[in-house]
């Protein structure tokens, strides 16, 4: 399980918004990945994920990937926390 801080203001770049339905989201980034790459390793998931992540602008440290990818390869759940910031 992993944790990631963003402002308020950066949500939509986390989670998909009704409001801005053109703007490409993290989690959609991630379900898209995981919906095309179950069973494939770890390793070729993670450039993947650092891409979304980095278009996103969100500051996912290596761990959170890798755990991230690892979840995507074995087809679990993955869980994140999101500490939603004032700005």
């Known amino acids: 399980m992993g944790t990631i801080s963003i402002p308020s203001t950066d949500v939509?770049?986390?989670l998909d918004d009704s409001a801005r339905?053109?703007?490409?989201t993290y989690q959609r980034a991630f379900a898209d990945i995981a919906a095309t790459h179950r069973g494939?390793?770890?390793a070729e998931i993670v450039p993947l994920l650092r891409?979304?992540?980095d278009d996103a602008l969100l500051g996912f440290t290596g761990t959170d990937l890798a755990e991230q990818a690892e979840a995507?390869?074995?087809g679990t759940r993955y869980e994140l926390r999101v500490r939603v910031t004032g700005r």
């Open 72 to 74: 995507i390869s074995r």
């Open 12 to 14: 939509h770049r986390l």
């Open 21 to 24: 339905p053109a703007v490409g």
């Open 51 to 53: 891409r979304a992540a």
């Open 40 to 42: 494939r390793p770890a």
